[in-house]
């Protein structure tokens, strides 16, 4: 007997190929195209190293929800229960801080025996694993400063973790056979006016530089680094802002990583997308939502998600463009948080896959701007979600809302015990 999702999905393939659109091409495309998920949305960026020492670094996680992850396994159960209800290639997103060991380990001490854990639980979900230097919440970032202090003592413990990671990042790539993405952020940055905003930036450079000065094949790790804007407690500069990033990943070849909250608020990264193509050779995306300021709420199919996905689908970037979520809300389910952020993301990069490009494309040349805008405005409503029900359906994951209900049901069994 076929079900209302099969009948929707002929009505809907059918629907799709008037447009000239193969809606199977589109399925099996976006199976190919793995989401970064951040293990730090499960703890309000916790981690395991001091986990009741204080988020610094100028981000907050706001909300009190009950039953966040405190440990490894609770972590790791978490992210299974989400994953469970994600749809298609999911890879994990570590940072520093969530390492393993009974013993306290110095930052710049770390190796990948400290995530072993992870690295066989990844195998075990067939994931790939993404990882990230933790350059705040310790004391030697009191100040503010990381990777550019005036302090050389203080400069050589984050170049010594930024390189300890980075060999962690390749043993990832390593046994796990897909390349770790390592993404370098540092908070560096000042509250009020600065006078010598130079001096910071060269002391970033050439402590970069000496962070990357070893080699590690492409086909294990890639580097990439996280401009931004303003945090708190840096309100007049950062050290790493776009410009000196964007100058660095062209001069060096490294990834450049755009994250969505780290700009004026009327800029957009999907706009930065074609625009720092031309320069560096791959970018990773933060895809994220910022509210007013760099709030880090979850991803919503909104305008901006869906022309990040519509940059990377319309140009062909499969291969250049690393997807990657950065939100930390706990004011809401956690493991409901990545469900939605996930999904969005994920149902944004098959609305573009869906979409008629080539016919748009000679509009555009042709100058035909009101036909683009109504062929536009009309996609909107092609029936994209009955796809996306297919697509649940063939991974064997919830189609529509009733993930909730076991998200609902896990919280009163499991989370409210914690
Ligand atoms: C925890 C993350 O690495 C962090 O959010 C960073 O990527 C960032 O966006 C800081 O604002
Ligand atoms: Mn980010």
Same mark, same amino acid.
């Given at each position: 007997m076929t079900s209302s999702i099969d009948n929707a999905w002929t009505l809907a393939k059918e629907r799709f190929a008037q447009l000239g659109i193969d809606a199977e091409a589109a399925i099996k495309q976006l199976d190919t195209l793995p989401v970064s998920i951040h293990c730090w949305q499960g703890d309000d960026v916790a981690g395991f190293e001091n986990p009741e020492g204080g988020l610094t670094g100028g981000i907050q996680a706001t909300g009190n929800y009950p039953g966040k992850a405190r440990n490894a396994q609770q972590l790791r159960a978490d992210l299974e229960l989400a994953i469970s209800m994600i749809p298609g290639p999911n890879r994990l997103n570590l940072h520093a801080i969530y390492l393993e060991s009974d013993n306290p380990v110095p930052r710049n001490e770390i190796e990948p025996k400290h995530f072993t854990g992870w690295v066989d639980w990844a195998k075990k979900n067939k994931l790939g694993l993404d990882f990230n230097p933790s350059c705040f919440s310790h004391p030697m970032s009191a100040d503010g400063f990381t990777l550019s202090s005036a302090n050389p003592e203080i400069r050589q413990f984050w170049i010594e973790h930024c390189q300890a990671s980075r060999r962690v990042s390749a043993s990832f790539g390593r046994a796990l056979g897909t390349p770790s993405v390592m993404n370098i952020w540092v908070p560096d940055g000042m509250k009020d006016v600065t006078v010598d905003r130079l001096a910071p930036r060269q002391r970033l450079m050439s402590a970069l530089d000496e962070v990357i000065a070893e080699k590690f094949d492409i086909t294990e790790h890639i580097d990439a680094v996280e401009s931004k804007l303003f945090g708190i407690g840096s309100e007049s500069?950062?050290?790493?802002?776009?410009? #000196?990033?964007l100058g660095y990943a062209a001069s060096r070849g490294t990834a450049l990583c755009l994250d969505a909250g780290h700009f004026h608020p009327t800029e957009v990264i999907s706009d930065k997308i074609s625009a720092a193509m031309l320069y560096v050779p791959r970018l990773l995306l933060h895809v994220s939502r910022p509210v007013r300021w760099d709030s880090d709420h979850v991803v919503l199919l909104d305008d901006e998600t869906q022309a990040i996905a519509s940059e990377i689908v319309r140009h062909n970037l499969f291969n250049r463009v690393h997807i990657g979520l950065d939100f930390f809300d706990a004011s809401i389910n956690r493991i409901a948080a990545w469900v939605i952020g %996930?999904?969005?993301? @994920?149902?944004? /990069? *098959? @609305?573009? *896959?869906?979409?008629?490009?080539? *016919? /748009?494309?000679?509009? !555009?040349?042709?100058g035909d701007y009101t036909a683009r805008l109504?062929? /536009? !405005?009309?996609? @909107?409503?092609?029936? +994209?979600?009955?796809? +996306?029900?297919? #697509?649940?359906?063939?991974?064997?994951?919830p189609v529509g809302g009733q993930w909730l209900d076991t998200v609902?049901?896990? !919280? %009163?069994?499991? *989370?409210?015990?914690?």
């Open positions: 500069y950062t050290v790493g802002s776009n410009e #000196f990033y %996930t999904r969005n993301m @994920k149902k944004a /990069l *098959l @609305k573009a *896959l869906l979409e008629p490009t080539d *016919l /748009l494309k000679k509009l !555009e040349v042709e109504a062929l /536009l !405005e009309e996609q @909107k409503s092609l029936p +994209w979600q009955a796809v +996306w029900d297919m #697509f649940c359906q063939r991974h064997d994951v609902r049901h896990y !919280e %009163t069994s499991v *989370l409210a015990k914690r």
